[in-house]
């Protein structure tokens, strides 16, 4: 995920909160470095700016 480009829209917390969190800088933060849950392509998907990267 690219903190860089985050905006702190909350998206992917939304779909996902399970692996991402809103941290204190206002952007999202991942929890857990294994993404093996669907809501993660979900999330890439649903991110406005691209953020998240599945690898
Ligand atoms: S969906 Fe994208 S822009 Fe929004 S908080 Fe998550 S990573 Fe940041």
Redo the contacts with the bound molecule.
Sequence with gaps: ?NKE?????????SVCPDV?E?SDDG??EVKKKECDLDCCKE?KD????D??SLD
């Design positions: 995920m480009k985050c905006i702190g829209c909350g998206a992917c917390v991402f809103m952007k999202s999330a649903v991110c406005p700016v953020a998240i």
